[in-house]
T-cell receptor
Framework: AQSVTQLGSHVSVSEGALVLLRCNYS??????LFWYVQYPNQGLQLLLK??????LVKGINGFEAEFKKSETSFHLTKPSAHMSDAAEYFC??????????FGTGTSLTVIP | KAGVTQTPRYLIKTRGQQVTLSCSPI?????VSWYQQTPGQGLQFLFE???????NKGNFPGRFSGRQFSNSRSEMNVSTLELGDSALYLC??????????????FGPGTRLTVL
């Protein structure tokens, strides 16, 4: 069975500080992993995805994530937080047939 | 290309009623998935349709059903509404519809409130 765990339902960082959002997965098959962002009253927008190519994946808005098989992790990072990064972030693992399993989300607050 | 559209955006119903939500995928996309998002449970997979056939189903009661039309538009129906059905219902579409590497593109959601 596949599942995703996001550690920390709320993360606060100062503007300009490093953003680190944690995601660990469980999968019986090689996983495909995704990070999505959700702004208030909007749907989810893809930030980046890992599909077994490079383990370091670069996404939009300066975000990147590194796939670490030994740690079953896919943490999301951004070197310098911006006020516009405040949103809900979801990690997801996909299995065949487009069935996605999402984590419970991490709400990011950026403090000016 | 226009994105995924969902109608209506907001809906208020009372217990026992039924509701139908609509989703129009991105042009050319054949796979449509539905999710329920609540503060307590997060995002939960309802079902996925591909070429008018339900291909995957999540762990929801039979009151939740869906269908897909030949133009890939999809509807989901919830009968005998319960208070716990209050949620944001998200629709997502993808192009290839068969690969686990597909990207799902989400609509803005329909906010359902059951009173």
């Amino acid at each position: 069975a596949q599942s995703v765990t996001q550690l920390g339902s709320h993360v606060s960082v100062s503007e300009g500080a490093l953003v680190l959002l944690r995601c660990n997965y469980s999968s019986s098959v090689p996983p495909y992993l995704f990070w999505y962002v959700q702004y208030p009253n909007q749907g989810l927008q893809l930030l980046l995805k890992y599909t077994s190519a490079a383990t370091l994946v670069k996404g939009i808005n300066g975000f990147e994530a590194e796939f670490k098989k030994s740690e079953t992790s896919f943490h999301l990072t951004k070197p310098s937080a911006h006020m516009s990064d405040a949103a809900e972030y979801f990690c997801a693992v996909s299995v065949t047939g487009n069935q996605f399993y999402f984590g419970t989300g991490t709400s990011l607050t950026v403090i000016p | 290309k226009a994105g995924v559209t969902q109608t209506p955006r907001y809906l208020i119903k009372t217990r026992g009623q039924q509701v139908t939500l609509s989703c129009s995928p991105i042009s050319g996309h054949r796979s449509v998935s539905w999710y329920q998002q609540t503060p307590g449970q997060g995002l939960q997979f309802l079902f996925e349709y591909f070429s008018e056939t339900q291909r995957n189903k999540g762990n929801f009661p039979g009151r939740f059903s869906g269908r897909q039309f030949s133009n890939s538009r999809s509807e989901m129906n919830v009968s005998t509404l319960e208070l716990g059905d209050s949620a944001l219902y998200l629709c997502a579409s993808s192009s290839l519809g068969g690969s686990s590497t597909d990207t799902q593109y989400f609509g803005p959601g329909t906010r359902l409130t059951v009173l």
